[in-house]
């Protein structure tokens, strides 16, 4: 018998994607879905339900599945890069565009010289956009500000973000994304100056939840992602790398090797970086915007991913140089028409394996006992047909936390 409290979530198809389900998408028919405070306490066949005493909310057969997850953007910036994707349309590379100054430290300067309050406001509309889209949890990097003031201003931007919009925000420190203009020539130097300072003191403010590191060669060396990632495993601080992106230096074995919680792009993974990825649990995080976006013609190694069973997330990677997509669902499109995915991978990219991304494995990203109380109700019967249209929004309700916010953004 439901309690007061509890609100009873009745007559819908629940695409629970429990890991431990055998059926497709974890998929369950004719249950009852019991919320209690912002937890789930329960998924029961109807006929078992005694609602009377509770709020009981019909939907009529839609589908339900766990709120997207977003686990990887880099969404808190100033000014924008449309001068110079057409540089890249007229076919100058990005690596070119990166040793002329331009690149992510284009976006550093103009992040730089937005104040706190413009830098939150700018970045609104594009939160809201994926919050419309059923986002209910989302990573934002710092590493445009690149100093110790502007990584923080970043990340209190995004502090102040969570604290107003119905969404959970996990913060990674980005500050080794590029070398800033300040250290040209001196990459080590300015490791050693996230290490030893602006590392320790974010850390210390409580202003991120893990460390992540543009290991590339137009980023970091190997060796300098690996003295970053000791100096954060001394401070107890989770790992993760955007790696193989562009060249295979190794970084996903380095990440691997930290149990880091997942590497990102991997266009140029390869068999030893999967074992390893395997041992260590570690999430391989793909990126089709970027790869469509700079018109990348090397596929990750899907197939062999697959084959080791190493989980695979999906994320928009947002950010105004290589993906510039405040869509989630455009980029779960593009993982099946670019990378092959099949749809019940896609969901499970953007839903449990974005949440293991996370570290957020055991509380997110599945409709189970005990879970959040994060969920989507959408206008249509199956998961495939949000990846299959776009442009059109099939959300019906949106509930964070047990309480039901599709309107919040609609005001
Ligand atoms: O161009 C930018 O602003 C970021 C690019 C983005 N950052 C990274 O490490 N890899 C990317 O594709
Ligand atoms: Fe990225």
């Given at each position: 018998k439901a309690q007061s409290q509890d609100v009873v979530w009745r007559n819908s198809r629940i695409a629970s994607m429990d890991v431990d389900s055998t059926s497709a998408y974890g998929l369950i028919e004719n249950h009852d879905l019991i919320v209690r405070d912002n937890?789930?306490?329960?998924?029961?066949?109807?006929?078992?339900?005694?609602?009377?005493?509770?709020?009981?909310?019909?939907?009529?057969?839609?589908?339900?599945?766990?709120?997207?997850?977003?686990?990887?953007?880099?969404?808190?910036?100033?000014?924008?890069?449309?001068?110079?994707?057409?540089?890249?349309?007229?076919?100058v590379s990005y690596e070119t565009i990166s040793a002329q100054g331009g690149g992510i430290n284009s976006t550093v300067r103009s992040?730089?010289?937005?104040?706190?309050?413009?830098?939150?406001?700018?970045?609104?509309?594009?939160?809201?956009?994926?919050?419309?889209?059923?986002?209910?949890?989302?990573?934002?990097?710092?590493?445009?500000?690149?100093?110790?003031?502007?990584?923080?201003?970043?990340?209190?931007?995004?502090?102040?973000?969570?604290?107003?919009?119905?969404?959970?925000?996990?913060?990674?420190?980005l500050s080794a994304h590029t070398v800033p203009p300040e250290y040209k020539g001196k990459a080590d130097e300015y490791i050693d100056l996230i290490c030893e300072d602006i590392m320790p003191k974010l850390w210390h403010e409580g202003l991120f939840e893990s460390v992540d590191v543009f290991c590339e060669s137009v980023g970091f060396s190997l060796e300098q992602s690996k003295k970053l990632f000791l100096a954060a495993q001394k401070l107890g601080i989770p790992v993760k790398g955007h790696v193989e992106q562009l060249s295979n230096l190794g970084g996903s074995e380095l990440v691997a090797s930290f149990k880091g919680l997942s590497v990102d792009h991997i266009e140029y993974l390869d068999i030893e970086g999967i074992r390893a990825l395997k041992k260590s649990g570690t999430?391989?995080?793909?990126?089709?915007?970027?790869?469509?976006?700079?018109?990348?013609?090397?596929?990750?190694?899907?197939?062999?991913?697959?084959e080791h069973q190493v989980p695979m997330a999906i994320s928009t990677d947002f950010n105004p140089g290589t993906s510039p997509f405040a869509s989630l669902r455009m980029i779960?499109?593009?993982?099946?028409?670019?990378?092959?995915?099949?749809?019940?991978?896609?969901?499970?990219?953007?839903t449990c394996h974005a949440a293991k991304a996370l570290g957020r494995e055991q509380t997110h990203g599945q409709l189970k006992a005990g879970y959040h109380a994060d969920f989507i109700v959408w206008n249509a019967k199956d998961p495939v047909e949000m990846i299959y249209e776009q442009g059109s929004n099939p959300l019906f309700m949106r509930v964070y936390q047990g309480v039901v916010t599709t309107d919040v953004l609609a005001a």
């Open positions: 937890k789930i306490i329960a998924i029961l066949p109807s006929d078992e339900v005694d609602g009377t005493d509770s709020q009981v909310i019909d939907v009529e057969g839609r589908l339900i599945t766990p709120g997207l997850i977003d686990c990887h953007t880099h969404l808190i910036f100033g000014g924008n890069r449309a001068a110079e994707w057409e540089q890249r349309m007229n076919g992040t730089r010289q937005t104040d706190e309050k413009a830098l939150f406001e700018v970045s609104q509309p594009r939160l809201e956009a994926l919050i419309r889209e059923g986002v209910t949890t989302i990573e934002m990097k710092s590493g445009y500000g690149l100093d110790f003031e502007s990584e923080k201003k970043q990340l209190q931007v995004a502090k102040q973000l969570a604290a107003i919009y119905p969404i959970s925000v996990s913060s990674t420190l999430v391989a995080v793909l990126l089709p915007g970027a790869f469509y976006f700079l018109r990348e013609t090397k596929l990750p190694p899907i197939e062999l991913l697959r779960m499109n593009m993982a099946a028409v670019l990378f092959r995915l099949t749809p019940e991978e896609i969901w499970a990219g953007v």
